[in-house]
């Protein structure tokens, strides 16, 4: 069983930076982390992703460019870099731990293949 606890969310202005960490506790065979977030009468949307194999990552159109996505295995933890911030972007955001092989997988932004969830955290961009 995997818990993830997400951080680092808050209010900030337009074009400011936001970082959010996601710490990882017990154990999951997760071969994929990412973050979604869902905004208030909209669906979950996948935002970034990253392979916890060594792989690459990938991105929503509509953050490519601003968002980073990274982790440390060592401290069992993902990040998710928010540059120039938009009031679009304003929305909860998860952090969710998934698996290639699972039979729900879709794809790395999409929250069917993904089997643990953390709270959330807020994230409100004001223009």
């Known amino acids: 069983l995997l818990t993830l606890v997400e951080s680092g969310g808050g209010s900030v202005q337009a074009g400011g930076s936001l970082r959010l960490s996601c710490i990882a506790s017990g154990y999951s065979f997760s071969t994929q982390m990412a973050w979604f977030r869902q905004a208030t009468g909209k669906e979950r949307e996948g935002v970034a992703s990253?392979?916890?194999?060594?792989?690459?990552?990938a991105y929503a159109d509509s953050v490519k460019g601003r968002f980073t996505i990274s982790r440390d295995s060592a401290k069992n933890t993902v990040y998710l870099e928010m540059n120039s911030l938009k009031s679009e972007d304003s929305a909860m955001y998860y952090c969710a731990a998934g698996n290639e092989y699972n039979p729900k997988w879709r794809g790395p932004l999409e929250k069917d293949g993904y089997t643990f969830w953390g709270q959330g955290t807020q994230v409100t961009v004001s223009s």
């Open positions: 990253i392979s916890t194999g060594g792989g690459g990552a």
